[in-house]
Nanobody, 126 residues
Framework: QLHVVESGGGLVQPGGSLSVSCVAS????????VAWFRRAPGKERERVSC????????FYGARMKDRFDISRDNSKNTVTLRMVRLKPEDTGVYYCAAGASHDNPGRLCLPEYDYWGQGTQVTVSS
């Protein structure tokens, strides 16, 4: 079965740091663009960050820029989102999505993704 699985969520105090990871199961992330989304309570899903298949280019939402860092290790089939200086408004369920980009490894944020995870809860609260 092909899917991606998120891990690493939890409770963190404002100003703290947390990393969430996305691991592909049943397929190689090599050749896939990957993105992180989040859904806060009562709000629509929001794109947090994207990384292209090559790992050379990344994108961050305006509210995450300079606080979040996305990276990938294709040898471990993993994409990690490192979050620092977390704020209560960063609370939400974080989802990983992977989209095939073998024909154009430079594609960054895709309009659609092939695989979605179940999400991991991140709560920023004192």
């Amino acid at each position: 079965q092909l899917h991606v699985v998120e891990s690493g969520g939890g409770l963190v105090q404002p100003g703290g740091s947390l990393s969430v990871s996305c691991v592909a199961s049943g397929f190689s992330l090599d050749g896939y663009a990957v993105a992180w989304f989040r859904r806060a309570p009562g709000k629509e899903r929001e794109r947090v960050s994207c990384i292209d298949a090559s790992g050379r280019t990344s994108f961050y939402g305006a509210r995450m820029k300079d606080r979040f860092d996305i990276s990938r290790d294709n040898s471990k089939n993993t994409v990690t989102l490192r979050m620092v200086r977390l704020k209560p408004e960063d609370t939400g369920v974080y989802y990983c999505a992977a989209g095939a980009s073998h024909d154009n490894p430079g594609r960054l944020c895709l309009p659609e993704y092939d695989y979605w995870g179940q999400g991991t809860q991140v709560t920023v609260s004192s």
